[in-house]
């Protein structure tokens, strides 16, 4: 899941200063570029990224921010929309570069997670952090904009706005999967392949057609090797290039890591269980406090939440003239809040709120992990995220749906609507077949040794997950003590941002070790 609701918060408080332009590694021929790659691959990788400024790539009111400073310098990378027919139509990925301020050892190509969060502010953000510096010094640092999101093109639409005000799409797909029909599954494949520019494109957005565009991203920067930070879905992005390229990987950090070995449905257990722990551990810290609206009893924290939020099912509380909190809205602005403890307030403040009958702060806080604009439109990086989950996921039969929905909820169920209602794949009328699956990156010979983070209490990529991707790709292991997702660098913890910044411009994993938050 994606990390935008704290780092939306440090781009209110963040400034972008001192980014000054550094030495830059002098350009690789196209030949040096394209070397082991098939001939009709290359003139995707011998090309040169012309960078200019970037103000003319923000596409979100965040990146209108972040984009005009001095410092940034953006490009346009073309690749295969279909690598299996480079001959066809090509897609443009966005692409943004801070270059070292001191003598680089290459790029730092960063991964938000998501899928699909917008990458290109996500790489102007990091360099605002304390744990940034070191790292500057000797990477260029580097964000793309995935394929079908932000700046990149062919851009996906799948819903319009006013559907995306109503719930129709939700950051968890699964709720979607709750309430679709079949007629409607099929509906929202041909409304995404009609305004995604055809079936082709949005059957050309998974995980695997991502990593391919990595390697022609590393070459096209002049590096012959990768180095690579990805936090949560990253994680697995991460996994999945060096599956495929594990000759070209120089150093690779997975913050927030992915049980590759798990399929959908265990997988979906383990992350809903942990977003139930993380709920008890809110919960439990709500009751020290004066007038917590969950009551002063961790135990019953979920009941008194279900008598809070149960009754928006049927009657959800108007917010103005045109909006209302629906339990969907109210459920994911909880959801989103347990990303970290400092949002926990979020959560408490809202849940009060609402016993008041006022639905304003927990709609905000669902507009938030929404990414609501000012003028009230969308960014598309969720819909961006629902075409690379219908890429890579294993499909369904209903039946085997409302199962492991009833598994997720049996693990969750402070986000049990009490309906009982059965569920159907959101995928399940999607124009292509799905590419990725479970295993994966197993057993995968001659990848270095990486280096694997994992917080003890992440709620949306759980330690055992993180523990298990450390033990496939036979990784060092950073174990933070905390409750947030992910934190290399947006953590602004010294001990964690020490360790990687060491493995990074020293390509040596260290041993496992352990922080604190």
Not at 108 to 128: E, I, K, Q
Not at 478 to 497: K, S
Request: hydrophobic letters at 40%; glycine letters at 10%.
């Amino acid at each position: 899941m994606s990390r935008l609701p704290r780092l939306r918060s440090l781009l209110a408080l963040a400034a972008l200063v001192g980014l000054a332009a550094g030495c830059v590694a002098a350009p690789a021929t196209g030949a040096d570029r394209a070397r082991g790659t098939p001939p009709e691959l290359s003139p995707f990788y011998g090309q040169e990224l012309a960078f200019g400024p970037c103000a003319d790539y923000a596409i979100t009111d965040k990146d209108r921010a972040l984009f005009p400073h001095d410092g940034l310098e953006c490009a346009r990378l073309r690749v295969p929309l279909d690598y299996e027919d480079p001959g066809g139509r090509t897609a443009e990925l966005g692409v943004l570069r801070v270059p070292a301020r001191g003598e680089p050892i290459g790029s730092l190509v960063v991964n938000p997670g998501g899928p699909a969060s917008p990458g290109m502010a996500h790489a102007a953000l990091l360099t605002t952090l304390p744990g940034y510096a070191r790292i500057g010094e000797r990477f260029d640092l580097v964000g793309f904009d995935m394929r079908g999101t932000g700046a990149s093109t062919p851009t996906v639409d799948c819903f319009t706005d006013d559907e995306r005000r109503q719930d129709r799409l939700v950051a968890s797909f699964f709720f979607g999967g709750e309430t679709w029909s079949e007629a409607e599954t099929a509906r929202v494949a041909r409304r995404c392949a009609d305004g995604s520019g055809g079936a082709e494109v949005i059957g050309h957005l998974g995980s695997r057609d991502t990593a391919r565009d990595m390697d022609v991203l590393r070459a096209a920067l002049g590096d012959d090797r990768l180095n690579f930070l990805g936090a949560s879905y990253g994680t697995r992005l991460g996994a999945v290039y060096g599956e495929m390229f594990p000759e070209r990987v120089r150093t690779m950090v997975l913050d927030g890591g992915i049980d590759p070995n798990l399929r959908i449905q265990e997988r979906m257990v383990q992350q809903f269980a942990g977003f139930q722990r993380s709920f008890d551990a809110m919960a439990a810290d709500c009751a020290t406090r004066r007038g917590c609206p969950l009551g002063d009893d961790p135990a019953r924290a979920t009941t008194r939440f279900h008598e809070l939020v149960r009754p928006l099912v049927d009657d959800p509380v108007s917010v103005g003239p045109e909006r209302r909190l629906t339990y969907r809205g109210a459920v994911e602005a909880v959801l989103f809040s347990l990303y970290q403890q400092e949002a926990w307030p979020t959560i408490t403040d809202g849940l009060t709120a609402l016993s008041e009958g006022r639905g304003g702060p927990l709609l905000a806080a669902r507009d938030a992990a929404h990414d609501i604009q000012a003028d009230g439109s969308y960014s598309t990086f969720l819909e961006g995220a629902f075409a690379t989950h219908c890429n890579d996921r294993e499909r369904q039969s209903p039946e085997q749906e409302t199962a492991m929905r009833g598994r997720m909820l049996a693990a969750a169920p402070f986000m049990d609507d009490g309906r009982g209602t059965p569920a159907r794949d959101v995928c399940e009328a999607w124009p292509s077949a799905p590419t990725l699956g479970a295993p994966y990156a197993t057993d995968i010979p001659g990848l270095p040794r990486t280096l694997v983070v994992s917080v003890t209490g992440d709620p949306a990529a759980p330690h055992e997950g993180g523990i298990a991707l450390a033990g496939t790709l036979r990784a060092a292991l950073l174990t933070v003590q905390g409750e947030r997702h992910g934190a290399v660098l947006v953590a602004a913890n010294p001990c964690i941002d020490d360790a990687v910044a060491d493995y990074l411009i020293d390509a040596e994993a260290p041993a496992d070790a352990r922080c604190t938050l």
